[in-house]
């Protein structure tokens, strides 16, 4: 079964260092989203993306958030200067064209900032 | 007032038991509604998604949404072990998950 995949699955960096978060979407997706879920807290929205261009993003989503679809298969978030707030995992989804509010999550990335 | 409220538990039952999560919600834009499973350590399942008033069933699993209240619910019945798991409202105001809102989750323990 087809499933999104997620490098690397822990990211240790510390405050002020910039990475790179990883996905692989399900190959024939379209849309392609990120959320964060900081130790304790509820799943939020960060960014959406389809066309080569971001969708809606949220506040958190500020301007040290990027998002990059780099070639046909993969699709990035990056973060160009970590704070120690940004310590969360990290989730990529993706979802198809038809079916509209079925969003595949992937395993995330546990980012810690130190 | 928080756009999706969900108590997050924890909540135990024995297994076979019925099993009633819930979440409550103030926008009243929200036309889609969301039920996902996350186990530990994973990323979050979809589970059931419909859209607007009524019911869908799924196997062992309804989900019920009453626009008129802002009151949304799973239903998972003859509970197994295996259902232990956080599980997470999700609602959006337009078709194709942008900008989804998710619940706080509410965590389940399922007893052999």
């Known amino acids: 079964e087809p499933e999104v995949t997620q490098t690397p699955s822990h990211q240790v960096t510390q405050m002020g260092q910039e990475v790179i978060l990883r996905c692989v979407p399900i190959s024939n997706h379209l849309y392609f989203y990120w959320y964060r879920q900081i130790l304790g807290q509820k799943v939020e929205f960060l960014v959406s993306?389809?066309?080569?261009?971001?969708?809606?993003k949220s506040e958190i989503f500020d301007d040290q958030f990027s998002v990059e679809r780099p070639d046909g298969s993969n699709f990035t978030l990056k973060i160009r200067s970590t704070k120690l707030e940004d310590s969360a995992m990290y989730f990529c989804?993706?979802?198809?064209?038809?079916?509209?509010?079925?969003?595949?999550f992937g395993p995330g990335t546990r980012l810690t900032v130190l | 007032q928080k756009e999706v409220e969900q108590d997050p538990g924890p909540l135990s039952v024995p297994e076979g038991a019925i099993v009633s999560l819930n979440c409550t919600y103030s926008n009243s834009a929200f036309q889609y509604f969301m039920w996902y499973r996350q186990y530990s350590r994973k990323g979050p399942e979809l589970l059931m998604y419909?859209?607007?008033?009524g019911n869908k069933e799924d196997g062992r699993f309804t989900a019920q949404v009453d626009k008129s209240s802002k009151y949304i619910s799973l239903f998972i019945r003859d509970s197994q072990p295996s259902d232990s798991a956080t599980y997470l409202c999700a609602m959006s105001p337009w078709a194709g998950g942008f900008k989804t809102i998710f619940g706080a989750g509410t965590r389940l323990f399922v007893k052999a």
């Open positions: 993306f389809y066309n080569n261009e971001i969708s809606e």
């Open positions: 989804a993706s979802r198809g064209q038809i079916s509209y509010n079925e969003q595949f």
């Open positions: 419909t859209y607007s008033s």
